[in-house]
């Protein structure tokens, strides 16, 4: 009988088959890829997160400087407030801006409201601004006084029920435009609190 010899293996099967190399961790390569491949997908990820991180960061805001128009006292009697004995007078002392114009005119407004903004009473005063003259002619920095009434009704004409009512304060300078009074500065408004018994 005629019998064939075994082809031998191909070179290249023969050399990583070869008892020479399965000694230095031939199963273990796709190991070490996959290791080196997350590695390197962790390191991407980190780099992404740390620069989408730096991009969401807001630069500090620079506060905005106070306005030369201020509200610097305010002044509210009788405290607690009682409807029917009289009205509420509210005293706001307004600080003028060094540089004023005759035709500017002076707002003073004020909202007054109940804890659940059922009840809501809004008062304002205008009046022109006068402006002082220095010593030198030089226009100098005023104060006035604007007194606001509430006779303690809502917008609705019904007396405010008892309770701890919010106000706002706001004051600002007007001037005559094309299309009616222009908002030409406006001072930071003044918030608190006041007891209607």
């Given at each position: 009988m005629k019998t064939e010899n075994a082809r031998p293996f191909p070179p290249r099967i023969r ?135 509430w006779d303690g009704q809502d917008h609705r004409k019904q007396q405010a029920a008892a309770g ?34």
């Amino acid at each position: 009988m005629k019998t064939e010899n075994a082809r031998p293996f191909p070179p290249r099967i023969r050399r990583f088959a070869s008892p020479r190399h399965r000694g230095l961790g031939f199963h273990s390569s796709p190991r070490r890829t996959v290791l080196s491949w997350t590695a390197a997908l962790c390191l991407c990820l980190a780099v992404f997160v740390s620069i989408n991180g730096e991009a969401r960061t807001k630069p500090d805001r620079v506060p905005r400087p106070e306005p030369e128009l201020k509200i610097v006292d305010l002044k509210m009697d009788p405290l607690p407030f009682e409807p029917g004995n009289g009205p509420l007078q509210i005293m706001v002392t307004v600080q003028l801006p060094k540089e004023l114009d005759e035709a500017f005119i002076l707002e003073v407004t004020s909202l007054i409201s109940s804890p659940s903004k059922t009840s809501l009473r809004f008062l304002t005063h205008r009046q022109p601004v006068e402006v002082p003259q220095g010593e030198e002619g030089q226009a100098d920095r005023s104060r006035l006084s604007v007194e606001l009434l509430w006779d303690g009704q809502d917008h609705r004409k019904q007396q405010a029920a008892a309770g701890i009512y919010s106000y706002e304060v706001r004051t600002k300078l007007l001037a005559d435009g094309e299309k009616g009074p222009r908002t030409v500065m406006v001072a930071w408004p003044k918030r608190g609190t006041l007891e209607v018994k």
